[in-house]
Structures are given as C-alpha cells and as structure tokens.
C-alpha cells in the first residue's frame, strides 16, 4: 500500500512557472494586443449570439484553432484578423 506521501511524489511535476514568465515577459507586446483581439472576439460572438463553431466554420478552421484565438494564445496572421474583422463585422486593428 502506497503512503500519502509516496502518492504525493507521484503526483508533483517540477513546475514551469519560470519558463512560463519569462515567454510572457519577451513576448508581452503582442500577448496583450491578442488578449485584446480574443476578448473582442468573445464579445462579437455574444452580440452575434454565435459560437465559436459557428466562427471556426465560417473561417474554415478547426474549433481548437479558434480555442487559442479566444484564449489570447495566438500570434494571429493579418490576414487571419481581417478575415475575423469581416465574419464578425468588427474592428481589430485601427489604421
């Protein structure tokens, strides 16, 4: 039988967290425009009253693709935005 703290040891994994600040401190710029585009996104889905299938059909990409968009994860095309801008009739970019 197995004692908490041998179940315990199987269950930690050394952390990331280090690795994780330190891609979010060299790439902080376009991860806070993208959070701005995913919480843009999410808010014309909820107008539209759509999902992000109904989104992911329209763009012709896999629903998980449009998981990372919404998540603030992706590092989006310029074509990627103006075909977001156009199926959601919103602006993402300023000229």
Do not use: C, H
């Not at 107008?47 to 992706?74: D, M, P, R, T």
């Not at 801008?85 to 000229?95: A, H, M, N, Q």
């Amino acid at each position: 039988m197995n004692t908490a703290s041998e179940k315990l040891s199987t269950l930690s994994k050394p952390s990331n967290w280090k690795e994780k600040l330190n891609y979010y401190l060299e790439n902080e710029n376009w991860l806070d425009k993208s959070a701005d585009i995913a919480f843009s996104v999410l808010e014309a889905l909820d107008n539209l009253g759509e999902s992000q299938a109904w989104l992911a059909e329209k763009l012709g990409v896999n629903q998980q693709y449009i998981s990372q968009i919404v998540k603030g994860n992706e590092n989006l095309s310029l074509s990627t935005i103006y075909n977001l801008e156009e199926v959601l009739g919103i602006r993402l970019l300023e000229k």
